[in-house]
């Protein structure tokens, strides 16, 4: 990190133009409001809001935008003379809030943004549009909210070589696995919950699908192991087909569900998955309730950690768009993912899903007669599947006399594992799909 601000710059204010007064918007213009005596301390010079844009100019905020600057255009509003840096929280891959990042970036301005969606797809070439600008492209409120993981990655654990990084990253989906838990209530009953309590939007498939969660450790991976982002190659299953059942069946196990984010440099290249995964009671991880975000990390000096805090909201997220600032004004810089994009490593071989290796539950809906439990243990036999523990539970019911039926297996490759989920499934009495989740070892 290298301190670019002169002398003189350090008594004039930073000047910040915001675009997106949603949720973040208006919690970042409300904290620099706020605190900006502490700011101004702490960064040296005062931070001042000189600019806002969003779509309608008359919406109630919770905020009084009347003092501030307004522009129908955020572009126009990157492109004014008393506006230093900007601020993106507009939200999307594409659309304004990749032009209005370009725009800034190309003039030379930094840009402080929470958009990971933007970031998982085209931060590569956004960060290398800053570097050829020598600006500042800084996202710390793109992932996790409130927890400093970027800062912590990059800066905090720099003098290590990161082995591995698993993350709860998406609240939503975190908070309908502990809520399914503890009411014992379907996927949709809680997922309704959570939308009526406003912690899951109208639409919720990006966060319950997994595809946040995958955007989030897109950014994280290209920073612990100094890669260009590579969202295509996440492999990315979401919650939905999790059932109050497993989770009984994971407490009982001694497991708990969670939708885990995984990268790993591992010996065939770099892991990338987000998926539900079985974790130990005893980790530290599996302990991480509700809407609370967490990550654990492995470097080679530092041994392991674990950072939690609140992974969304207005307040936790405005305090790390806030901290980008203060960098900013502080006059610090460091590239987006802590190396300059051209010393990037490009030629780090991609390790999909198919090299997993490790255990796996599976639960069955079967049709309760004899030689079922054999026909299982054949299919598994006939594809070098170890079984470590089979059970049935409980007698038939219902039409059909289903029963489920759960294993565990004993380490092994994905590819066997696939084959012998398929040949199961294709069993007369296996009445529904199956659940598989992996088992990771933490
Ligand atoms: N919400 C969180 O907790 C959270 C956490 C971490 C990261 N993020 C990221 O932060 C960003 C903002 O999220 P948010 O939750 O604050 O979104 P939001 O509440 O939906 O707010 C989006 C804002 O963008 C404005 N906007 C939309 N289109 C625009 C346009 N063409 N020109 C100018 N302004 C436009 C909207 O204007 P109007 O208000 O006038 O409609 C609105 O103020 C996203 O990238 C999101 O992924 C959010």
Known sequence: MRNKMSSAQNSIPLRIGIAGLGTVGTGTLALLEQHAPLLASRAGRSLVVN???????????????????????????????????????????????KALVEKALSLGKP??????????????????????????????????????????????????????????????????????????QSFAHVLEEAQRAGYAE??????????DAAHKLTLLASVAFGVPVDFHTVHVEGIRHIAPLDIDFAEELGYRIKLLAIARHGPHGIERRVHPSMIPHSATLANVEGVFNAVYVEGDFCDRMTFIGRGAG?????????????????????????????????????????????????????????????DIGAAMRDHDVSIEKLSQHGRGAGPYNAVPVVLTTHAQGEPAMRQALKAISALPAVLEPPCLIRIEAL
């Open 51 to 97: 600019g806002v844009s969003a779509r309608q100019r008359q919406r109630v905020r919770g905020v009084a935008i009347e003092r501030y600057r307004w522009f129908d255009d955020p572009l126009a509003m990157a492109n004014d003379p008393e506006i230093d840096v900007v601020v993106e929280l507009i939200g999307g891959s594409e659309g304004v809030a």
């Open 111 to 184: 840009v402080v943004t929470a958009n990971k969606a933007l970031l998982a797809l085209s931060g590569t070439a956004l960060a290398e549009l800053a570097e050829r600008h020598e600006t500042s492209l800084r996202c710390e409120a793109a992932v996790a909210g409130g927890i400093p993981i970027i800062k912590g990655l990059r800066e905090g654990l720099a003098a290590n070589r990161i082995t591995a990084v698993y993350g709860i990253l998406n609240g939503t989906s975190n908070f309908i696995l502990s809520q399914m838990r503890q009411t014992r």
């Open 202 to 211: 109208a639409d919720p498939s990006f966060d319950i699908d997994g595809i």
């Open 314 to 374: 207005g307040g936790p997220t405005a305090s790390a768009v806030v901290a980008d600032l203060v960098d900013l004004a502080r006059g610090y810089y460091c590239p987006l993912f802590g190396e300059p994009v051209a010393v990037l490593t490009s030629s780090s071989p991609v390790a999909g899903i198919e090299r997993r290796f490790g255990e796996y539950y599976l639960r069955l809906m079967v049709s309760d007669r004899p030689g079922v439990i054999a």
